[in-house]
C-alpha cells in the first residue's frame, strides 16, 4: 500500500524535504509520496483535519506552524515536549503524535564541522559560549540541544519577552541562558558559536545590522539553505568566520523523522546527493 507524507508551511515554494524524502523512498523501493503544502497559519487546524481525513501516514512542519500545531495533536513525544515545538507528525490509526529532530538534527550537522562545537563527547564544548538569533520553533529545538551539551546560551529576539521565554525554558532544564533584545552587542566579539534561526534572508534581504566585530574564530550557522549563502553568511565569512547554511540540519532532521515515520535506517547518502544536486540546480 502506497503510504503519503508532506510537509506543511507559509512559505513552503522553497522547500527541498520533497527532493531528499522522495530520493529515500526510491532508495529502499518504498512505495511512497512526500508533497508540499502552503498552508495559511489560520487554516491550519482545517489543513490537519484533511492530512488526516486523506490518509496521511505523516508530515514535516515548517514555519510558522511547529509552536501553533500542537493543539491539534493528540500527544507529543519526550523532544516536542522539551522543546515546546513540533517538526514531525506521525499518524498511528488516527492518533497524532508530535515529534522534534530539529535539535538534534542541528547537532549532527555541526558535528560534522572541524570545530567540535557540539559534539557530545568532546568537553571543548562545554563552556562554549553559543547566542542564538531568534526564539522560535527551529531556536527551541537547537537551544535545548545546545544546553545539553554544556554549552552557554545568549538568545536574542526581536521580541524581547520570547528570548526571555526560551532562555527559562533551557534553565528550567539544566541549562544556563541570558536573553536580550535581538541588536548587535557586546556578544558579536565574544561568540563562539552564532546561530541565525530567523527568516531573514530567505527572501535575499540583508539582515538586521552589520556583523562588525563579530569573532572571527566564531562558527556561523544559518539555517536558511536556500538560497546557499545568505547575506548574513557572506558578511560573517568576510570577517574570517567559518560559515554554514542550513542544507546538514535539514537532512539530519530530515533522516530522524523518516526513521520515526517508518521504523527502519534512512539512506543518509542517497538523501544528501538529492539535496545537493537540488541546491546545484538553482
Not at 535581538?182 to 534572508?201: E, F, K, M, N, Y
Request: aromatic share 8%; charged share 25%.
Amino acid at each position: 500500500m502506497e503510504k503519503h507524507f508532506a510537509v506543511i508551511g507559509d512559505p513552503i515554494g522553497h522547500s527541498l524535504s520533497p527532493v531528499m524524502h522522495r530520493a529515500a523512498f526510491k532508495a529502499k523501493g518504498i512505495e511512497a509520496e512526500y508533497q508540499r503544502f502552503r498552508v495559511s497559519p489560520e487554516r491550519l487546524k482545517e489543513a490537519v483535519e484533511g492530512l488526516v481525513s486523506l490518509g496521511f501516514d505523516g508530515w514535516n512542519v515548517t514555519l510558522p506552524h511547529k509552536e501553533k500545531i500542537i493543539p491539534f495533536l493528540h500527544e507529543l513525544t519526550p523532544e516536542a515536549e522539551k522543546a515546546g515545538a513540533v517538526n514531525t507528525v506521525r499518524v498511528d490509526h488516527g492518533k497524532l503524535t508530535g515529534h522534534n529532530t530539529d535539535g538534534l538534527g542541528f547537532v549532527r550537522s555541526i558535528e560534522e564541522d572541524t570545530s567540535g562545537l557540539a559534539a557530545g563527547k568532546d568537553s571543548r564544548s562545554h563552556g562554549k559560549y553559543a547566542v542564538i538569533l531568534g526564539a522560535g520553533g527551529a531556536a527551541k529545538g537547537i537551544a535545548l540541544a545546545l544546553a545539553d551539551r554544556g554549552l552557554k546560551l545568549h538568545i536574542l529576539n526581536r521580541t524581547a519577552g520570547k528570548a526571555e521565554e526560551l532562555a527559562g525554558l533551557v534553565r528550567a532544564r539544566g541549562g544556563e541562558a541570558s536573553w536580550a533584545e535581538l541588536v548587535p552587542g557586546a556578544w558579536l566579539g565574544q561568540a563562539d558559536l552564532i546561530v541565525q534561526t530567523t527568516s531573514v534572508g530567505l527572501k535575499g534581504e540583508k539582515f538586521l545590522f552589520s556583523l562588525q566585530g563579530i569573532n572571527p574564530r566564531a562558527l556561523v550557522v544559518d539555517i536558511i539553505f536556500r538560497p546557499a549563502e545568505t547575506l548574513f553568511l557572506k558578511e560573517a565569512k568576510s570577517y574570517g568566520c567559518r560559515t554554514l547554511n542550513g542544507l546538514g540540519m535539514l537532512l539530519h532532521q530530515g533522516v530522524l523523522a523518516w526513521e520515526y515515520w517508518l521504523g527502519e535506517q534512512a539512506p543518509v547518502a542517497e538523501m544528501w546527493t538529492a539535496l545537493t544536486k537540488a541546491v546545484a540546480a538553482d
